[in-house]
Every structure is written in C-alpha cells, then in structure tokens.
C-alpha cells in the first residue's frame, strides 16, 4: 500500500485529530472555566469518527461510511464553530447542529441510492465542511478579545486556508466526474488531506494559545486590580491613623484631664464615667495599632531583630502589664519559667505575641479561674512557651478558624471586648521570627496555647 494513500492520510488525519482532541482536554483540565476548550476538542473527536467510517470502507457497511462519514464531520465542525462563538463571548447557534446533521444525513442516503457514483456526495461533504470552516475563520476573525487578536486572526487564516482546500476540493471532485470508490487516490485529495493533517495541528496549537493567553490576561487583570486594592487599602489605613488617632487622643486627654482635677473634683458616678470612656478609647487605639501592625506584615514591612532573649524576662514583662486585668477578674496568675533560658526572638514582637495570648487568657477565662504560663525546651531545639488558662475552651469544629483575621469564634455576641485579630497577628509574627504557634483545647476545661522558638545557644 503506497504511504499516500487516501486511507492511511486518513487514519493520519484521525490520529492527528485525537491528539489534539487529547491536548485540549489536558489544558481544559488546568483550566475549566473555558468552555470554548471543551467544545474544540468534542468538535475535534466527532470529526475523527466520521474519518474512521470513512476510512473504514468495507470494514463497516457502505450505508455508515458514505452517510454518517460526512454526516459526523460535518457535524464536528459545527462543535468547533460552537467553541469559536463562546471563546468571543456569543451564544452559540445550537440548532445549527441538527439542522445541518440531518440534511447531510439525509442528502448523503439518498444520493447513495439514487447516484451510486460517490463523486458528488464527496463534494457536497467537502463544500459543506469548508462553509463551516468559512465560519469559524470569520468567527475568530470578528469581535476577538484584544489580548488573544494576533492568536486568533492566526487561526482564522489555517481555517481560512481549510475552507479554501476544501471548496476547490468540492470543485476538483466535480470537474473530475463520476467516482466508484470514495477512497480512489487522486493527486489533489492526497494534497488537499495533507494539508488538513496541518491544518488540525496549526489550528489546535491556535486554540491553545488562545486560552492560555487569556488565561494571562485575566491573571494580569487579577493582579493590577490586587495591588490598586492594596493601594486602596494603605491609603485607608493611613488616613484612619490620621483621622482617628489624632481625636481620640484629645478625648482620652481631656478625660485625663477631668479626672485629675482636683479643684472641681468628680463624683463616683462621673468617675466612673470617665473610665469607660478611657477603656474604650483605648480599646479602639489597640485596635487601630493592631490593624496598622497586620498591615505591614502584609506588605512586607515589618523589621526584625532577631538576637538571644530571655525568656522569662519577657514573660515577666507581659505578667506586669496583664496582672491588673487579671485581678479584675479574680484570676490565680502563676509562672513556672526556668532563668537562663533564651531564644532566638525580636524581644518587642515576642512581647507583643505573648501578651495576645495572656491578654485572650484573661478575657476568655472564667471567674476565680486560672492562668499558669510554663517554659521549657521542646524537640528538635526550640524554646515552648506556654499559657494555660481554665476557660470554656474551644469546640473541635471551630479549629481551624482559629486564627483567621477577624474570627472571634462566637466570642462578638457576648460581652468580652476584642477584635478578632490578635491571634493571627501573633502567628504571624511568630513565624517570621522563624518559630511555631499552636493550641489545644477541651471544652469546658480550658485551652493551652504555645509559642515555640528557635533555642539560643
């Protein structure tokens, strides 16, 4: 059998066909939402089989090969233009495809029984899949997305180039006269083949480019609209600091103020007064900084120096500052942390991640209850410190938000003040001092959270 005979440029064009039909759905696969994908390559594998029933002559019933040969290229073709329409953002003409599979089907049976020659169904096949191919290449043609248009008009001309083979292949079946075998070799069918075989290749390399370009495009989009939200948000953070900051200072000092005053002293009530006032303007300047801190972890400006610290100096540090809120609230506060024991930490951060973790223990614990913070050396050379407090504890279920930004966990529909955001500042912090933060937890005995560090030597 000579290489160019028309079966084997067909069994090539199918295997071609499936491959790129295969190709396609690899990249649909990485990429779903483009549906346009999906089509080519159905279009694409519906095309291969109707080349198999053609190329299957004798194997199968001459009735399949000369009607739903033609019938399911055709047909294939019309999936194709269905993918070209959703790729530029059309609906996509659904009843093109029974319309024009049964008159194919129908055209094809009849001219098998009434014209047994087979030179005209060839050539009402070759015109009707080159008038598809005339469409898709005006399809992709018009109303292309900027970012894929060089892609697309180089699609366009291969199926430019498809429909013109295939019309002067309509042309040349005709001139030629009447045909017994649909496979009889001819010089123009074996060029005309030959260049479909490139053609399935060029268009399908087109259609992938395609995607993957606008796959970019979007994430380029994504991006630009990322960092102008960043923008956005820096210049909305500064201009809160400003803004806010800058009142509630005044508030809190004339609060000052009127509280000191000792020519004009203020009764029980008004004092009292006066101290809600100062907790919640500090409440809220807590909240300010700890926004302004996330913020600058998030666009990477945070500084570290990270140097050996003691340990229990800094524990004893942050017991000071949380003991009065403690006593408030009747809380035994005990310490068990060995002298000497050093990490390797930026001292102000550390302070900062610990007393988020006392300052939620006092908050979250019960009345008359307890907080024991214990260090000691951990595996694989770290530092743990840990805080033990006798709360609630926290519901299995409710792990894992833990410590996302602004998860209070149920804890907004109660009284306790807090913002939500201490806990995933702290691991943060934590972990780009190179350390790791954790907990456990048992509902209704209380919770444990821990800080390991790097030990220094």
């Known amino acids: 059998m000579p290489l160019l005979d028309i079966r084997s440029l067909v069994v090539a064009l199918a295997v071609a066909s499936v491959a790129s039909a295969i190709v396609m759905v690899l990249v649909w696969s990485v990429s779903p939402r483009e549906r346009s994908l999906r089509l080519w390559a159905g279009g694409r594998l519906l095309a291969t089989l109707g080349g198999l029933l053609i190329a299957g002559r004798g194997a199968v019933p001459d009735v399949l090969s000369f009607t739903l040969g033609p019938t399911f290229i055709l047909c294939g073709g019309i999936v194709i233009l269905w993918g070209a329409e959703v790729f530029i953002g059309r609906r996509p003409r659904y009843w093109l495809l029974p319309a024009t599979g049964s008159a194919m089907f129908v055209v094809t049976t009849y001219l098998t029984f009434v014209?047994?020659?087979?030179?005209?169904r060839v050539a009402i096949g070759s015109a009707a899949v080159g008038c598809v191919n005339l469409a898709i290449a005006v399809r992709l043609s018009v109303a292309t997305p900027v970012e894929t248009r060089s892609t697309c008009r180089f699609t366009a001309a291969f199926e430019y180039a498809l429909a013109c083979v295939m019309l002067g292949h309509a042309a040349a079946i005709l001139q030629q006269g009447p045909i017994t075998d649909i496979l009889a070799p001819g010089p123009y069918r074996s060029a005309a083949l030959l260049f479909w075989i490139v053609g399935v290749i060029a268009t399908t390399l087109g259609f992938v480019a395609m995607t993957v370009q606008r796959a970019l495009a979007e994430l380029d989009r994504a991006r630009?609209?990322?960092e102008e939200a960043n923008r956005a948000k820096s210049r909305f953070i500064a201009s809160m600091n400003h803004e806010l900051r800058t009142?509630?200072?005044?508030?809190?000092?004339f609060a000052r103020l009127l509280a000191d005053d000792e020519q004009e002293p203020l009764s029980q009530r008004q004092r009292q007064y006066i101290?809600?006032?100062?907790?919640?303007?500090?409440?809220?300047?807590?909240?300010?900084?700890e926004v302004l801190d996330l913020s600058r972890i998030e666009a990477g400006h945070v500084d570290l120096r990270i140097e050996p610290v003691e340990v229990d100096?800094?524990?004893?540090?942050?017991?000071d500052l949380v003991h009065p809120m403690a006593a408030q609230r009747k809380l035994a506060v005990s310490s068990a942390c060995a002298p000497g024991l050093r990490a390797l930490a930026d001292h102000k951060r550390l302070r900062q991640a610990l007393l988020n973790l006392l300052s939620n223990a006092v908050k979250y614990n019960r009345e008359q209850g307890s907080i024991a913070v214990e260090c000691a050396l951990a595996a694989g050379g770290l530092v743990r410190v840990a805080v033990k407090d006798t709360g609630q504890g926290i519901a299995p279920e409710?792990?894992?938000a833990m410590f996302?930004?602004?998860?209070r966990l149920g804890a907004e529909q109660t009284e306790t003040e807090g913002t939500g955001i201490?806990?995933?500042?702290s691991k943060t912090l934590v972990e780009l001092m190179g350390g790791r933060i954790g907990f456990t937890s048992e509902p209704g005995r209380g919770s444990t959270f821990w800080i390991e560090l790097p030990r220094a030597t």
């Open 115 to 120: 014209a047994p020659d087979g030179s005209l």
């Open 224 to 226: 630009r609209a990322a």
């Open 247 to 253: 009142p509630l200072h005044a508030v809190l000092g």
């Open 275 to 289: 101290d809600y006032i100062s907790g919640g303007g500090k409440q809220l300047l807590s909240l300010i900084d």
């Open 313 to 319: 100096a800094v524990v004893a540090e942050c017991l």
């Open 398 to 400: 409710r792990f894992d």
């Open 404 to 407: 996302q930004p602004f998860s």
């Open 422 to 425: 201490g806990l995933n500042l």
